[in-house]
């Protein structure tokens, strides 16, 4: 691929290269208590109900039931080459943000205050989503928002969450962790807010040294949509001095695709030195891989189908 092939694969809306026989690919997909936007489908309660039940046997028969049907429209939409927004097996789901503070809007999307009952029931789903063979998921779950997200719903898009370490370790980490240590997620969302003054999707320390480092995270990160434009917007994190420099410091911290189109940019980023093209590589590598274990690409995409 050249350079700016490999970019376009790192935005949502992920174009087809004929070429090279890659069909066009879209990243965005929601599942949080049932699959959304794409016609007819099993809806079950808010995830905010479904914790209340507590019953991880039951969340996980849930997650089964919402990546059978993802897997359904997929394979329904690729029979009638539809490559659009919510029919993808990226399913950006569950919602584990801590629900501290009444004034986020989407508190009924989480499982709730409790950093134990979120990391179990995240388990569960991620499990029922993806199924049971590592090597050919069903659908890859995306668990979000990493980290630190649920404040008020006003200043989201730039508040600073200056936790405690102690609150962090106890309160906001542990259901991500679980998520990916026991649950295997393969994708994991970024937030828009800042962590102790950097951007969650342009931050090492949370990207790099606790998802891939102490974690041993192998999947791919999306960002919130429009996190990596908030990141030099006036109204966003006042971070990055213009989007080319936004877009390299979130791929340098580890965020491989981003909703939105933030990412053209990075062509003039790496003639400009701001990033090397080996780093925009390794993005679109654990893109690729996710794709082929999906069984979205080629021979493998036909036999799913059948």
């Known amino acids: 691929m050249t350079l700016e092939e490999k970019i376009a694969q790192m935005q949502n809306a992920s174009v087809a290269i004929p070429r090279l026989g890659i069909p066009a690919y879209n990243w965005w997909n929601e599942g949080l208590h049932g699959i959304a936007r794409s016609g007819y489908a099993t809806v079950f309660p808010q995830a905010i109900g479904m914790a209340a039940a507590w019953d991880t046997g039951l969340q996980q028969r849930i997650g089964t039931a919402v990546g059978t049907e993802a897997r359904a429209k997929y ?6 080459d539809n490559h659009s927004v919510y029919y993808g097996l990226t399913v950006w789901s569950p919602n584990i943000n801590i629900f501290r503070d009444p004034r986020w809007g989407r508190g009924q999307e989480t499982y709730g205050e409790d950093p134990y009952l979120t990391g179990r029931v995240a388990v569960a789903y991620v499990r029922g989503l993806q199924g049971d063979d590592p090597d050919r998921p069903m659908v890859i779950a995306t668990p979000k928002h990493f980290a630190v997200h649920s404040g008020p719903e006003s200043s989201r898009h730039h508040f600073d969450a200056t936790p405690t370490a102690k609150d962090l370790e106890e309160t906001y980490l542990p259901a991500f962790r679980t998520s990916i240590t026991e649950g295997h997620a393969g994708s994991l969302m970024c ?7 950097t951007p969650a999707c342009a931050n090492v320390k949370l ?3 606790t998802l891939r480092e102490a974690w041993h995270f192998r999947g791919f990160v999306t960002s919130d949509c429009g996190a990596v434009y908030d990141m030099a917007s006036a109204d966003g994190n006042h971070f990055a001095q213009d989007q080319e420099h936004a877009s390299a410091l979130a791929v340098r911290a580890g965020t491989d695709t981003t909703c939105g189109t933030e990412y053209r940019h990075l062509a003039d980023a790496v003639r400009d030195g701001l990033i090397q093209e080996s780093e925009v590589d390794a993005a679109v590598r654990r893109l690729f891989t996710a794709r082929f274990l999906l069984g979205t690409l080629g021979k493998d995409e036909a036999d799913r189908r059948a």
């Open 75 to 80: 394979n329904q939409a690729i029979r009638e």
């Open 191 to 197: 937030a828009y807010n800042k962590l102790d003054g």
């Open 207 to 209: 990207l790099a040294s």
